[in-house]
């Protein structure tokens, strides 16, 4: 096991730039050739969880990538990760970051798209045409290469539980990472900074001190926030409120909806979650 914590320091050792860090990744776990038991592996992280004192930072705290993401090695250029998936996960994404990942354990079915720009509302939202272009079974031990952007658009259905991925990746990248809808919506994925969660920390007292100051504030507020980020902000209060109030949920929603309710790209939102 102590070979998978040797990673970040080996392709360190490397000093690749951003430009081949992706095929080198993909080269190095190609010649690395890891394998490990299941149980092995289980055992060496809770053990390794609990005896080092102070965990490298962790990439994934919040969302949802990985049931647990755990990260193994982060000098805030690169990190490599482990991400035990558990559930399904059906959405076709493009990476803000580059790398490679490697199935450890399990089994997922991997499919590539190519993404076309169709109708462009903002700068973050758009309708796309999505082509598969791949479509292939991906098994223990099979190596993939990351590429950032909309050149590698994929969905990796994990369809045993668990499935293992090993990720070698960049980190604090700036080129956008999008979501892509069956039905052809592409949003850009954001995630809030702590001073957005802290406006509506705001918005949230104003609205139960004085609702009329607090839909100001909210409307001025959003005026601020990109469309793309209103509708990260939107999908993630559906199933956490963030530490707001349920009332002011519902005020945001319903904000959401007098903006953007009629637009055709909010119907096209909407239809696909119908």
């Known amino acids: 096991m102590n070979e998978i914590l040797n990673i970040g320091k ?37 053990k390794w969880s609990l005896e080092t004192k102070v965990l490298p930072e962790q990439v994934n705290v919040y ?9 193994l090695f982060n ?10 998936w558990q559930t399904l996960d059906t959405s076709i994404h493009s990476h803000s970051f580059s790398g490679a990942f490697q ?64 990720c070698i990746r960049t980190v604090n990248d700036k080129s956008p990472q999008w979501h892509h809808f069956d039905n052809g919506l592409s949003i850009q994925k954001r ?7 802290k406006r509506l920390s705001i918005f949230d007292y104003l609205i139960a001190r004085n609702p009329m100051q607090g839909r100001d504030y909210l409307d001025r507020l959003m005026n601020e926030f990109s469309p793309s980020l209103i509708m990260n902000l939107y999908e993630e209060l559906s199933y956490d409120q963030m530490g707001l109030q349920e009332s002011s949920v519902e005020i945001f929603f319903e904000a959401v909806v007098d903006r953007f309710g009629d637009t055709k790209w909010f119907k096209r939102y909407m239809d696909f979650f119908n």
């Open 10 to 46: 080996e392709i360190e050792d490397l000093k690749l730039n951003n430009e081949n860090f992706s095929h080198a990744c993909y080269e190095y776990l190609k010649n690395k050739s890891i394998k490990v038991d299941i149980h092995e592996l289980e055992d060496f992280i809770a």
């Open 63 to 71: 969302n949802g990538f990985g049931q647990p993401p755990i990260t």
């Open 75 to 84: 000098n805030g250029h690169f990190v490599v990760d482990l991400y035990f």
């Open 103 to 166: 199935v450890l354990y399990g089994e997922s079915r991997h499919e590539v798209f190519k993404v076309t720009k169709d109708e462009e509302f903002f700068d973050d939202i758009f309708l796309s045409n999505l082509e598969c272009i791949v479509d292939e079974t991906l098994v223990t031990n099979d190596i993939r290469e990351i590429k950032r952007g909309l050149e590698f658009s994929h969905r990796v259905l994990h369809e045993h539980n668990p499935t293992v991925t090993l």
């Open 191 to 197: 995630s809030p900074e702590a001073s957005d969660i």
